[in-house]
Every structure is written in structure tokens, then in C-alpha cells.
């Protein structure tokens, strides 16, 4: 019955073809749109993921890092007085109104103070070296290339930044924020864009000795009390928090969610009804293999067969087509993310819609009854 299974399908291919392009088109939509999540979410955590340390340090109760608020400058003093801290260094967090062309009018940004220096933690991994010395000119600022349209600005050109004109020396990748354009300047930069402001820094980063031993510094560190003035947190448990806040404690989030359940259920109902349809469509030789001794069960089986090669079919078209439209969306700086296990979870629901689809189809085979050859 198995060998049935995959002849009918080779010999039948034009009957199975809309079913297989329904599990393609499915499995392409769950992956991108968790590609999308991942990209989208996770550059809520820009600012984390960015950075080459291991320890963060902010106001306690801090859901997600762009809500920080200012914390006292002695933590500094005590993040360096544990002998696993190799270095620390402050993060200036500043909110600021931009002006620039005067067609785009005024626009809500992030601003990111940080350490120029070539050893600096914050935006390590986005900011090269060089680059990152260009923010030691007074007034200097970074921002992701992709964000030069909503500013209305080019390299070489300034703006008015929180009342104080800047100027942009360059532009880099991976610095797109979730919620806002995000502005890299230095320390004293971003003071003199806070004049009146609190100008305590929002975090302090630091950098470990030893990397792995990370969660237990993070607990020696962490101050204990209903009184701790800031608290202490890994960078992967800090981003965690922040992907968490912005995926489930608002209303993108959960929108999100919500058309994934939709995709689900809407490739579960075209591929099951294109299954049935393959399956009615050849019902009278289920009816002639019923005649000749072979038993529902053994037909419901061929169904799953087929069901289950239209899935592994599908999966590969699916995966072709979802790496292109990555690829596209990469070309044009649209934040897209993908790992493995998002991969492998993609594919085993894909699976799940086709074979679910199968188990709807085999209700079909109750009309494959013998007597129908003889109408």
C-alpha cells in the first residue's frame, strides 16, 4: 500500500499539485512572518545585542530597556569592586525631538550616549572602531542607514537635535530601533542634548574576565532590599525581558500571535479540502481496491502516505520560496531574524497542517463503497 501511495502520486501529480503549493505557501508565510517577529522584536533589544557585555546594570523593576530610568552614579563604584569585572562603562539613555528637512517636520527619536573609545562596549558589534572615534567631534552622531530617510539627512549634513545642532559622520547597520529612530552620539555629547535633564546615566555596562561565569557575578552583584536603588542583569536575561515586554505586553505583539493562529488555520482548511478533493476525485479506485479485499484501514493509510509525501514536497517548495523572500527583504534593511529550532518549529507545524489535513481527508473514503461500480 505504500508503494500505491507514492505511484498514485507520481502518476497523479496534476491532482496533488494544488495541495503540495497550499503546504508551500503556508510553510513560507509561518516561517517569514516568525522571521519577521524575530527581526521586528529583537531590535527592541538592539542596544543589548549590540553590545559586547556581559553585565547590565538599571533602575530596578525595568521591563524593557528603552523604559530605564536614571540610577546612581556609585554603582559604578560597586560593579568594579567585584574582581570578575574587567571594565564598565556608562549608557546614556536621552529622548529627543529631531528636526531636519523641513518637508518631515519634527521626529521622536532615541538617543544612545556611549564611550567613543575603541575599547567601549555599547554597539561594539555594529560600530567599528573607526567610526565610533568619529563621535570624540563635538556634536557628532551615528545612525543606521536606513533610517536616513525618516530623518531627511545625508553624511556630512547636521540637524537640530533637542534644541542643539549635530552633525552626522557616518552611518552603520544593525542600529534600527523598535518604536523610533535610534541616535548614537558620545557621552558628552548626549549631555550637553540633556542640558536640564537628570544627568546620571540610564545603565552602566560591564565587561567580565571570565564570560561564562556571568550568572553567578550577576547574583553577587544584584543588591538585595526593598531600599536597592538599581539592580543587576545578564545581557541575555535583559533582552529576554525586553523582546518579552514588546511581544506580549503590547498590542503589536499580541497582533502578531494572532495572525499566526490565522496562517495555521487557514492553510489547515485549503490543504485538507485540496487533499479531500484529490481523494474524492479518485474514489472509485479506493471503491475497486475495497472490492478487491483491502481494508479502510489499509486505504486510510495510503491517505496519510500521500499526505505526508505532499508535506515533504511542500516543505522544500516552501523553504526555496521563504529563502528568496528573505533574501529580499535583507536587500531592502527590513529586520528579519531566523535560528534553527524557528526553523525546525516552522516545519513540524507544517507537517501537523498537512497531516491534520490527511486524517479530514480519509473521512472521505467512507463513500469508497464497492457498490458504487455497479451505479
Not at 72 to 100: I, S, T, Y
Not at 112 to 121: F, K, Q, R, Y
Not at 273 to 292: D, F, K, R
Request: hydrophobic share 50%.
Amino acid at each position: 500500500m505504500v508503494a500505491l501511495a507514492r505511484k498514485t502520486l507520481v502518476y497523479e501529480w496534476r491532482r496533488y499539485l494544488p495541495a503540495s503549493l497550499a503546504v508551500a505557501f503556508s510553510g513560507m508565510l509561518l516561517l517569514v512572518q516568525l522571521a519577521l517577529v524575530f527581526g521586528i522584536f529583537d531590535s527592541a533589544a538592539v542596544y543589548i545585542n549590540a553590545s559586547r557585555g556581559q553585565i547590565w546594570a538599571g533602575y530596578p523593576g525595568t521591563q524593557s530597556i528603552d523604559l530605564g530610568r536614571s540610577i546612581p552614579r556609585d554603582a559604578e563604584v560597586h560593579l568594579l569592586m567585584n574582581p570578575q569585572v574587567a571594565q564598565v562603562e556608562p549608557f546614556q539613555w536621552v529622548n529627543g525631538d529631531w528636526r531636519g528637512s523641513r518637508a518631515l517636520g519634527s521626529v521622536s527619536v532615541f538617543v544612545s550616549g556611549i564611550d567613543p573609545a575603541a575599547t567601549g562596549l555599547v554597539f561594539a558589534r555594529a560600530i567599528p572602531p573607526a567610526l565610533r572615534a568619529r563621535l570624540n567631534e563635538p556634536g557628532a552622531i551615528i545612525v543606521d542607514r536606513a533610517d536616513l530617510p525618516k530623518l531627511g539627512i545625508a553624511v556630512g549634513q547636521s540637524g537640530i537635535l533637542n534644541g542643539q545642532r549635530v552633525y552626522l559622520v557616518g552611518t552603520t547597520g544593525g542600529l534600527r530601533a523598535l518604536g523610533g529612530v535610534n541616535i548614537v552620539t558620545s557621552l558628552a555629547t548626549a549631555e550637553r542634548l540633556n542640558a536640564g535633564g537628570d544627568l546620571r546615566p540610564a545603565y552602566y555596562v560591564a565587561r567580565l574576565r571570565d564570560p561564562a561565569r556571568a550568572e553567578a557575578v550577576a547574583a553577587q552583584l544584584d543588591p538585595h532590599g526593598r531600599l536597592r536603588r538599581y539592580a543587576v542583569w545578564t545581557a541575555p536575561t535583559l533582552a529576554a525581558r525586553t523582546v518579552h515586554y514588546w511581544l506580549f505586553e503590547t498590542g503589536a505583539g499580541l497582533g502578531v500571535v494572532f495572525m499566526s493562529l490565522v496562517v495555521f488555520l487557514v492553510g489547515t482548511v485549503i490543504t485538507s479540502q485540496t487533499l479531500m478533493g484529490a481523494v474524492a476525485g479518485s474514489i472509485s479506485e479506493y471503491a475497486t481496491l475495497n472490492a478487491l479485499g483491502a481494508s479502510h484501514r489499509a486505504l486510510s493509510r495510503v491517505v496519510m502516505e500521500q499526505a505526508g509525501w505532499v508535506g515533504v514536497v511542500g516543505l522544500a517548495g516552501g523553504g526555496i520560496l521563504s529563502a528568496l523572500v528573505l533574501a529580499l527583504a535583507h536587500s531592502q534593511d527590513v529586520p528579519v531574524g531566523i535560528t534553527l529550532p524557528g526553523i525546525a518549529a516552522c516545519a513540524m507545524l507544517v507537517m501537523g497542517i498537512t497531516m491534520l489535513s490527511g486524517t479530514l481527508a480519509v473521512r472521505t473514503l467512507r463513500n469508497a463503497d464497492p457498490a458504487r461500480l455497479l451505479r
